[in-house]
C-alpha cells in the first residue's frame, strides 16, 4: 500500500512538472509578425499581417472620434509590426492613420484612425502559396463606390438610347496612353467616364476589362522578377483608354489599382455595371522557360478541352485562396452567389469573340494553341456576358517578358486584342441590357 502511494505521488509530481513546462514554454513562444502589407483603393482597403502561427484577435468599432480598434492575443510588438504606421498613404480614402502598441500584458493593440464610416471585417488564412498565416482587415465604406456610380450613370439625362447597333472606325485610330497611377490614388468615376466618341444614333457598349490578380494574389512570376499583376494591370488601362477612344465604345476596369478582388467580385462588378462583354487580362506560366506564345480561354461546362487548360484553371481559381477570401464572412457587396444557369448561348459568344481575338494576337506574337481552348474557370462564368481569358504571353519566357514589359509591344497586344473585340461586335450587336444588380 505504502509502494502504490509513493508511485502515485510521483505520477503527480511529473504530471506538474510536464504541465508547468508546457505552460511556460507557451508563454515564452510569441507569434512573430514577419511582415505587414496595405493595400489602399476606393473599393475597399486591405490590411494583412503575416504572422508564424494563426493569431486570436478582438475588434471592436469606437466613435467619437471614429476608429477602429484590434487587439492581438500573445503577438510580440517587434520591428515589423511598429512599422505598420508607415504603410499609411496620405491617399488612403478610408484611415488616417494606424497606432499600435502593448495594451496589457500578452495583447497588442492597434488602433484604426478612420476618415469616414466603414463596414469592417477580419479574418484569419492559413498558409497559402508563399505566405505563412494570415490576419486580414478589410475596411469597406458604408457606402459602396460601385453603385454610387451606377446610381449617377442611371440618372434620366445619362442613359443612352438602348439602340442594338454599334460603329467599328478603322483599325488605325489612335491610341490614348493611360499613365499609370499611384497606389490609393484609385479614381472610381474614371472607371467608367463615357467615351468622347459617342454617336446619338447608337448606345454605348460597355467592355469590362479585368487585370487578372492583384494585391496579395501577385499571379505568376517571370525570369527577371516581374510579377503577373503588374503587367496585367498596365495592360488593362491601356485596353481601356483604347476602347474609350472608339465611338460607342466604353471600357470599365475590375480594378484600377494593386489590390485584390475575389474571382465571383469581378463577375458581379462587371454586371453591375451592365457589361455586354468581359475580357479577363492574364499571363501565362509553365515550369518550362522555353514555353512561350498567347493564348485565349473560354468556360466549359463540360470539363477542360486539355490538361493544359485544365491545370490552368485550376491555378487561377486559387487566386482567392492565395488573395485571400474570407469564406465564413459574408462580403458586404456580394451577398449572394450567381445562380448556376445554363451559359451555353454564352459561351457560343465567348468562342465566337475568342476566336476573333486570337486571330489577331497571331499576328504580332506566336500563339501556344491556335484554337480557342476551354476549362471551367471562375472569372469566366457570368451565365448572361460573353467572356473570354487572354493570356498575352508566358512570363516564365525571358524573352516574351521582356515584352510584357516593353510598352510599345504592350500596345501592339492592346490593338490586336480590340480588333478581334470588333470584328465580333461587327458581326454581333449586343441588344439593350437592363442592369440585374447582385445584393
Same mark, same amino acid.
Given at each position: ?99 499600435v502598441g502593448n495594451f496589457k500584458p500578452g ?31 478589410? *475596411? ?5 463606390? @460601385?453603385? %454610387?456610380?451606377?446610381?449617377?450613370? $442611371?440618372?434620366?439625362? =445619362? /442613359?443612352? +438610347? ?56 501577385p499571379g505568376a512570376k517571370g525570369a527577371r ?35 485584390? *478582388? ?5 463577375? @458581379?462588378? %462587371?454586371?453591375?455595371?451592365?457589361? $455586354?462583354?468581359?475580357? =479577363? /487580362?492574364? +499571363? ?86 491556335r484554337h480557342v481552348e476551354q476549362a471551367g ?12 481569358? @487572354? ?49
Open positions: 500500500m505504502y509502494r502504490y502511494t509513493q508511485y502515485r505521488f510521483l505520477a503527480c509530481l511529473l504530471a506538474l512538472v510536464l504541465l508547468f513546462s508546457h505552460l511556460s514554454g507557451s508563454a515564452a513562444e510569441t507569434i512573430q509578425v514577419s511582415a505587414v502589407r496595405v493595400w489602399p483603393a476606393a473599393d475597399y482597403t486591405r490590411m494583412t499581417l503575416e504572422t508564424s502561427k494563426s493569431v486570436n484577435h478582438q475588434m471592436v468599432m469606437l466613435k467619437d472620434p471614429s476608429r477602429l480598434v484590434l487587439d492581438l492575443e500573445n503577438v510580440e510588438l517587434g520591428t515589423v509590426l511598429k512599422s505598420i504606421s508607415d504603410k499609411i498613404s496620405p491617399n488612403d480614402p478610408y484611415i488616417q492613420q494606424v497606432r495583447v497588442v493593440r492597434i488602433v484604426v484612425d478612420l476618415k469616414a464610416e466603414i463596414k469592417p471585417q477580419v479574418f484569419t488564412l492559413p498558409p497559402a502559396g508563399d505566405y505563412q498565416h494570415r490576419l486580414v482587415l478589410d *475596411i469597406y465604406p458604408v457606402q459602396d463606390p @460601385v453603385m %454610387a456610380m451606377l446610381e449617377q450613370r $442611371d440618372k434620366p439625362d =445619362s /442613359i443612352a +438610347a438602348p439602340v442594338p447597333e454599334v460603329s467599328v472606325v478603322p483599325e488605325t485610330s489612335t491610341m490614348t496612353e493611360v499613365v499609370p497611377e499611384l497606389p490609393g490614388t484609385s479614381n472610381p468615376a474614371a472607371v467608367v467616364a463615357p467615351s468622347v466618341n459617342k454617336k446619338p444614333d447608337a448606345r454605348m457598349i460597355t467592355i469590362a476589362v479585368d487585370a487578372g490578380h492583384g494585391g496579395e494574389d522578377g516581374s510579377y503577373e499583376k503588374n503587367v496585367t494591370l498596365a495592360i488593362a488601362k491601356k485596353l481601356k483608354a483604347a476602347i474609350d477612344a472608339e465611338p460607342n465604345l466604353r471600357g470599365v476596369l475590375t480594378r484600377d489599382g494593386d489590390y485584390f *478582388i475575389p474571382l465571383h467580385g469581378r463577375v @458581379v462588378k %462587371a454586371r453591375n455595371l451592365k457589361a $455586354d462583354l468581359f475580357v =479577363s /487580362i492574364h +499571363a501565362d506560366a509553365a515550369l518550362s522557360a522555353q514555353a512561350r506564345g498567347s493564348s485565349v480561354f473560354a468556360l466549359s461546362e463540360n470539363g477542360a478541352t486539355s490538361a493544359m487548360a485544365r491545370l490552368l484553371a485550376q491555378r487561377e481559381n486559387e487566386s482567392d485562396l492565395i488573395g485571400g477570401v474570407s469564406f465564413g464572412v459574408k462580403d458586404p457587396y456580394l451577398a449572394r452567389t450567381l445562380l448556376d444557369l445554363s451559359q451555353t448561348a454564352t459561351i457560343n459568344d465567348s468562342l465566337k469573340m475568342g476566336k476573333l481575338v486570337l486571330d489577331h494576337m497571331g499576328t504580332i506574337n506566336p500563339l501556344h494553341k474557370f471562375a472569372v469566366l462564368k457570368s451565365p448572361d456576358v460573353p467572356s473570354i481569358l @487572354v493570356e498575352t504571353a508566358f512570363i516564365t519566357n525571358p524573352e516574351e517578358e521582356r515584352k510584357l514589359n516593353d510598352s510599345a509591344h504592350q500596345d501592339k497586344l492592346v490593338r490586336s486584342i480590340l480588333s478581334g473585340i470588333k470584328k465580333y461586335l461587327a458581326a454581333n450587336p449586343p441588344l439593350a441590357k437592363t442592369r440585374v444588380v447582385e445584393k
